[in-house]
């Protein structure tokens, strides 16, 4: 996540596309960031169910399997999608 951050504070405009464990290093990198990332999508960022309270303020689309034998991927996209509306408000 620091990298990507690193990354971030270097860039100009972009869109961020991450996956697996990138994408969960992404999702901790964007937490409160305020430049010029217009878009971020994530797939298959599992281990973002450690870190719920990011604060995102980047457009974002998340992309989950089915399902995931170490968690229940509905309660988490819930989760994401009702604080991404709350961000909206």
């Not at 964007?30 to 298959?44: A, I, K």
Request: aromatic share 8%; charged share 25%; proline share 4%.
């Amino acid at each position: 996540a620091r990298l990507v951050r690193d990354a971030l504070d270097q860039s100009g405009e972009c869109v961020l596309i991450g996956f697996s464990a990138g994408a969960a290093a992404a999702w901790t990198a964007l937490d409160g960031f305020r430049g010029p990332v217009c878009r971020f999508l994530g797939y298959y960022p599992s281990r973002i169910r450690d870190n719920p309270d990011i604060d995102l303020t980047t457009s974002t689309t998340l992309v989950f399997p089915a399902q995931e034998r170490h968690f229940d991927v509905g309660a988490l996209m819930t989760d994401s999608k009702k604080k991404r509306m709350s961000m909206l408000d």
